[in-house]
Nanobody, 123 residues
Framework: QVQLVESGGGLVQAGGSLRLSCVASARTFSGLAMGWFRQAPGKGREFVAGLSWLDGSIYHDDSVKGRFTISRDNAKNTVYLQMDSLNAEDTAVYYC????????????????WGQGTQVTVSS
């Protein structure tokens, strides 16, 4: 069983930054891939970034490349999403998710989810 708890959302002006955190509890982390997803009102859940705990490989969706960065702190069992140069289109509920081994972009492939954290960017 994997439990995920996100934090760090909030209201920020366009051009600003936020850092989201996802603390994971699991029996073993080496076999997990962690993903950040977001869901805006009236839209489906979309992949933002992912990280494989096994080999450290990372992925960012084209829409956030150069602005968002996923990283991890092994000692704290935490995955971060640093979000810079935010714009109104980034407004959404952001979710942390986990699945076995490798990162995939399909949210249906992730069995474990956090509760979500709201990010609102004002223009």
């Amino acid at each position: 069983q994997v439990q995920l708890v996100e934090s760090g959302g909030g209201l920020v002006q366009a051009g600003g930054s936020l850092r989201l955190s996802c603390v994971a509890s699991a029996r073993t982390f080496s076999g997990l891939a962690m993903g950040w997803f977001r869901q805006a009102p009236g839209k489906g859940r979309e992949f933002v970034a992912g990280l494989s705990w096994l080999d450290g490989s990372i992925y960012h969706d084209d829409s956030v490349k150069g602005r968002f960065t996923i990283s991890r702190d092994n000692a704290k069992n935490t995955v971060y999403l640093q979000m810079d140069s935010l714009n109104a289109e980034d407004t959404a509920v952001y979710y942390c998710a986990a699945r076995p081994v490798w990162v995939v972009v399909n949210p249906a492939s992730y069995p474990y989810w956090g509760q979500g954290t709201q990010v609102t960017v004002s223009s």
